[in-house]
């Protein structure tokens, strides 16, 4: 299960404690608060405090790997994360398959951890943010297991039997992202690794096929790279807030 965005927890935790400041009078009607209790139970059945199940998985992933897995994360109710070296990917995936029974590939991506250098650049009213100190650079920050590179490979595999999903991140070198293959334990990886490598530029080693997927075979660059130039968004205004007609009706 992929990571639930920073700004919708707030959004949540906001709600909890809407709800909780306006509890009920003795005087107030029932219906009156429905929607806060129902927003509140909905809440706390997402994320529950603890979650067993996920914890047991860890301690077998732990006991078989060992100083492989560089850290973890459990997410309760959301998933299990666990973070290894670019050189025992490959190795992690034969364990999860053979010994946890996750035969089933989900997906596989890569995250450019980088701000971006150009900021910015939907230009929508949902967008617009008040100006901030520009003098320091931004500094990098990691989701679930931290990192120490600005490229992180993750591929999220499933286990039917054990009605459990498992995330593996891999920290690849900056300057020349690469790894091995997973399409001789899961076949199923390899349209992800060529768009991987077409988007990102991370090298696959040992997949048969490198070829572009929506590119063509010329194309110089990684579209998916923060510091890749979206130079059309300089070119022509991007449509947002810029220039929107008025609704039938609306005063112009």
Known sequence: MAEIPEHLLKRAQAARENAETNQPTSDQAPSETIEADSAV???EEEIPETDERAEEILNQILEGLGETVLTSHIAPGRGLWIRVSSD???QTAEFLKDELDCKFFDWLSVIDWMPSPYGRELETEQDI?????TNEPEQMEWGYTGGDTRFQLICRLYSISNAAGIMIKADLDDQSPRVLSLIPVYPGANWHEREAREM???TFDEHPDLRNIYLPGDFEGHPLRKDYPLLSRR????PGIVDVEAMPGEEK
């Open 88 to 90: 025992n990917w490959r």
């Open 200 to 202: 990102f530029g991370v």
């Open 129 to 133: 943010e008040p100006e901030q100190d």
């Open 41 to 43: 139970a909905v809440i």
């Open 235 to 238: 070119m022509k205004p991007w």
